[in-house]
Nanobody, 125 residues
């Protein structure tokens, strides 16, 4: 069974940058698309970005397009979310998730089978 562990969250000032990591273990991660979701207090969990394992197809939410970049290192079984020009509204718990997809991926929460525990990102001055 695939296991996902996030790291890299913390406190960052508006306009700053932070990189999150999602490390996969316990399965063949190359068979899975990986996504990042986030959830702020009192809101639903929303998709931020996803990436496929073999062809590097990516999809990003409109709210982060041009500011966030998702990449993956299959040798390290790790997916990264580089977040730049952070805004107050980027605050939340960031989760990585996985489902079996090779060619394309989407940001529909219900499609994802495996989830990490989440890492907190707080954007504040």
């Amino acid at each position: 069974q695939l296991q996902l562990v996030e790291s890299g969250g913390g406190l960052v000032q508006p306009g700053g940058s932070v990189t999150l990591s999602c490390a996969a273990s316990g399965g063949t991660s190359e068979n899975y698309a990986i996504a990042w979701f986030r959830q702020a207090p009192g809101t639903e969990r929303e998709g931020v970005a996803c990436i496929t394992p073999r062809y590097g197809y990516t999809d990003l939410a409109d709210s982060v397009e041009g500011r966030f970049t998702i990449t993956r290192d299959n040798a390290k079984k790790t997916v990264y979310l580089q977040m730049n020009s952070l805004k107050l509204e980027d605050t939340g718990v960031y989760y990585c998730a996985a489902y079996r997809r090779q060619l394309q991926c989407g940001l529909q929460r219900g499609a994802y089978e495996y989830w990490g525990q989440g890492t907190q990102v707080t954007v504040s001055s």
